[in-house]
């Protein structure tokens, strides 16, 4: 009964498609309409990918600093490191260059050498001021050389902050409005004012200008993704256009394969504005996706069509074959690929969240377009000619064909014998893989950002923030001088830690404030001692109101206190241990009954989140292969069919993760997508084989070898094109800036070239070792569906 269901379904399935196609190319068309109305919803994302759910207590500690004290992320830094900088001329044209930083309503405050404020004691009215350092531009180079020893010799405070007393490199610290940091306005602002300015300063100067800081890195980035989104889809259309034409022969079918992907291409630009979701860097992958999973489909349903002509020369009976034969084949490929991607789902992880969502639904939309819109474009052609049907007989096609019967039929130990080392040696190289969960590891490393990035690294120890909250459960409690004393313990005991920076906090401000009380001697930047503490103390007090000089580090209550250190671009087990060695440190230095103490900043968050990633995607991946192995349970209704379907699939996941071990390829949030992307593909071409396989079961009475080659050769030439399309489809990829989307092309190439030859040789291998015992009448007599007809070879081939 369920034969019948099935086969009826698709017959009346294709009849309606081709009774009615006017009606459904104006639908079709109508839907494309209004998707494209979409597109001016499309936003482009301003923040860093946050990996963790909104609810997971590392997001909540974030959150919490974030309410406190504000966004975080809103620096960047200007430096130079070039001694010509202290030529007279040079200098005031560098000190102009921070006034006219400063003059933007996107910067909120700049700390340079322009506006540098020195603190000094008013005794007569017994508080600290601010006294600009150098008032005007400077006349004389005996003025400057003056101000430049005392930045370098009598400034400790600004020591790492805004100068490198070994290197002698000065910086600017830009402070952007924290409103408009995470928005649109802060790339406009960045690559449209505050890039020119800088070019323009280093065009006049001959000065080279090191650049860096989170909102200036976020701008570029998503400028790159931007242009790279462009590239994708031409490079992938240029390549699977190439590879269909070659295969094909044909103008009219690469033409027609070309629409229906672009129109796809379309509605997942619509999707993603009906949905609201950004454009990051994984949801701006789905449009080339969309083209390298459309053409698969584009390939069976042309190619079935052709053979189908080639046999009997009727078009209309042709084109209804089409649907009918491939179309349930077809759309069950397109549901363990949507599948794969669906297992997103269930992270957590906002942003693979959306990813899984839109791509899962255009890959169910793209087998429609293909279903529908192919066998109405050819209805009203005329049918193909010879000359486009003589691929299907080409020599070498011939050849690679028999290449794979005769290793499938004389040399299955050898086979075996090479999977077998396949596994071990694999086995060994995934106990070698790493964990990494570094912000800038997946950074464009050819950008002149990133070379900045290490420069930064070198003269100030990184640009990572990582924040520490001191709670001192009581009010006030921060400016408790036994408070401040631990809190400068904890600051050097970070000090030890060659991967962060010095760090700064409301100490450096209570010991300039000394230093500042003893009339700017530097050899009394120090923390007061008990007899000093009230006098000095009762300036800064005094102090307060007018130069808020406690603001940034001290929250509104004078509870909580906070400490700001940068760290180098690390790798997660490394970052780990630093986490762990401060938090280590904070609980002698800070007991737990009186002091509480977080750890934050986007570098631990994003660490944290990788941690997240990998755990929860491994569970997906597990959740995929169940769902794949309920699939195949309904299909074929036997335990060990799933079983002898999962081997050839499984095995290229593990012949990757074993490569990733052996080549230091770590495993990180783009490259942990692989597996699912590659199992929910690769399992297609499984599907496309024991389909055929059950059908050349009934048609030649159970023979098992006979039915096993004669899958081999019927689905092979197909499954070999759509191998080929999405090895070079996905290595348009390797084209990418970003490290992350590079590994994540060339990892899903090698995994599907695998799986290709994995699927055509071990799988046929397997049913003919095994057959007594798993491929038998009894075990694929009764499916629940019938991904192919059983009418398909038997009665209509004999009419």
């Known amino acids: 009964m369920a034969k019948k269901l099935t086969s009826g379904f698709w017959g009346t399935t294709a009849r309606i498609i081709l009774r009615t196609r006017v009606i459904i190319l104006l639908i079709l068309f109508g ?183 989170m909102p200036y890195i976020r701008s570029l980035n998503a400028d790159i993704i931007i242009g790279e989104i462009g590239m994708f889809i031409g490079a992938t259309l240029i390549v699977t256009s190439l590879i269909f034409f070659l295969f094909f022969r044909s103008y009219r079918a690469t033409f027609i394969s070309m629409i229906v992907v672009m129109i796809g291409v379309m509605w997942a630009f619509g999707v993603l504005g009906l949905l609201g979701y950004e454009i990051t860097i994984l949801t701006a992958l789905i449009p080339p996706l969309i083209i390298v999973i459309g053409i698969p489909n584009c390939i069976f349903l042309i190619n079935k069509y052709q053979q189908e002509v080639q046999k009997h020369g009727n078009q209309a009976k042709s084109l209804q074959r089409v649907i009918s034969k491939v179309g349930n084949a077809t759309l069950m490929t397109n549901l363990t690929t949507a599948g794969g991607f669906a297992t997103f789902i269930i992270t957590e992880s906002t942003l693979l969240k959306e990813f899984g969502i839109v791509a899962s639904i255009n890959i169910v939309a793209i087998f429609i377009l293909s279903i529908l819109i192919i066998p109405i474009v050819y209805s009203f052609m005329y049918p193909p000619k010879y000359k486009h049907l003589k691929h299907l007989n080409k020599r070498w096609i011939g050849k690679f064909v028999k290449w794979m019967e005769g290793t499938v039929r004389h040399r299955r130990i050898t086979v075996f014998t090479i999977v077998i080392i396949a596994i071990i040696m694999s086995i060994i190289g995934i106990y070698q893989i790493r964990i990494s969960g570094s912000l800038l590891e997946d950074m464009p490393q050819d950008a002149s950002f990133f070379d900045d990035i290490k420069f930064y690294e070198k003269e100030f120890d990184g640009i990572l923030p990582v924040e520490i909250m001191v709670d001192t459960k009581r009010k006030n409690g921060v400016m408790n001088l036994s408070t401040l004393r631990r809190v400068d313990e904890l600051e050097t005991l970070i000090k030890e830690v060659p991967e962060l920076s010095a760090p700064i906090s409301v100490t450096s401000l209570v010991k ?93 968050v994003f660490m944290q989140g990788t941690k997240y990633l990998v755990k929860n995607l491994i569970t997906s991946l597990g959740f995929a292969i169940f769902l794949i192995s309920l699939l195949m349970a309904y299909l074929f209704r036997s335990f060990r069919m799933i079983i002898i379907s999962l081997i050839p699939n499984i095995l290229p996941l593990l012949i990757t993760a074993g490569m990733m071990g052996f080549l230091g390829i770590p495993i990180k949030p783009s490259t942990i997508l692989v597996f699912s992307v590659a199992f929910g593909i690769s399992v297609d071409d499984t599907i496309h084989f024991l389909a055929k396989y059950r059908q050349e079961l009934i048609k030649n009475n159970w023979k098992i070898r006979k039915s096993v080659y004669g899958a081999l050769r019927d689905s092979g030439i197909s499954m070999f094109y759509t191998s080929v399309v999405l090895f070079f489809g996905f290595s348009v990829f390797m084209l990418s800036s970003f490290g992350g989307t590079k590994a994540l092309g060339g990892l899903v190439s090698f995994t599907l070239f695998v799986a290709m030859l994995s699927n055509l040789v071990v799988l046929p291998s397997l049913l003919l070792a095994l057959e007594r015992n798993i491929a038998n009448k009894k075990t694929l007599k009764k499916p629940s569906i019938n991904v192919l007809s059983k009418n398909s070879e038997t009665k209509e081939d004999n009419e």
Do not use: C
Request: hydrophobic share 35%; net charge negative.
């Open 31 to 213: 839907i494309t309409l209004a998707l494209s109305t979409q597109w001016k919803n499309i936003r482009f994302t301003n923040t860093e990918a946050n990996l963790l759910p909104d609810h997971h207590p590392v997001n909540v500690a974030y959150n919490n600093f974030l309410s406190i004290f504000g966004e975080e992320g809103n620096v960047m830094v200007i430096a130079i490191k070039d001694s010509a900088i202290f030529d007279l001329e040079n200098f005031n044209k560098w000190n102009k260059l921070n006034k006219q930083i400063q003059a933007e309503p996107e910067v909120d405050l700049i700390l340079s050498t322009d506006n540098l404020q020195t603190l000094e004691k008013n005794t007569q009215k017994q508080k600290f001021e601010l006294t600009p350092l150098i008032q005007g531009k400077l006349t004389s180079q005996q003025q400057l050389d003056s101000i430049k020893d005392e930045i370098f010799h009598k400034l400790p405070f600004y020591e790492s902050v805004l100068y490198n007393k070994e290197t002698q490199t000065i910086r600017s610290v830009i402070y952007m409005d924290k409103e408009i940091v995470n928005t649109a306005v802060r790339k406009n602002f960045v690559l449209n004012n505050f890039v020119p300015l800088i070019k323009d300063f280093e065009a006049d100067t001959g000065i080279d200008v090191k650049v860096s800081g």
């Open 512 to 604: 300039y404030s000394k230093q500042a009380y003893y009339n700017g001697n530097p050899n009394y930047y120090q923390l007061p001692n008990n007899q000093e503490r009230a006098f000095i103390l009762s300036y800064a007090k005094s102090s307060t109101n007018d130069t808020n000089l406690l603001n940034s580090f001290v929250d509104s209550t004078g509870q909580i206190a906070r400490i700001t250190t940068f760290m180098k671009d690390i790798g997660t087990e490394k970052m780990e241990e630093i986490k762990a060695d401060i938090e280590k440190k904070a609980a002698k230095v800070l007991p737990e009954d009186r002091y509480e103490v977080t750890l934050t900043g986007k570098a631990l």
